[in-house]
């Protein structure tokens, strides 16, 4: 699961607004906002989260589970390789 917290920060890390994650994502504007408003987990159409993920790991981005090996532990973005960031849509 992708909490709304992941969601904004994923994409602060892409240097990208809603519209364009909704682009990339293949779902509404009004979808990327109702995600981005849920407490806790995102929730909505599976089929719309699907395809948001998938558009955020296509930019480079690894969602980091709770409970996930990391160094300093619970939920993160990062960017799955250093050079991602130049492989980001204009």
């Known amino acids: 699961m992708i909490t709304a917290f992941q969601l904004r920060a994923a994409r ?4 990208i607004d809603q519209k364009t994650l ?3 994502a293949g779902v509404s504007v009004p979808t990327i906002q109702r ?3 849920s407490h806790g987990n995102v929730r909505g159409v599976v089929d719309s989260l699907t395809k948001v993920i998938n558009a955020l790991n296509r930019a480079g981005i690894e969602l980091i589970s709770e409970h996930v090996r990391s160094d300093d532990g619970g939920r993160g973005v990062r960017f799955r390789h250093p050079d991602a960031l130049t492989s980001i849509p204009n």
């Open 35 to 37: 995600m981005e408003a």
């Open 22 to 24: 909704a682009e990339m």
């Open 12 to 15: 602060a890390l892409l240097i």
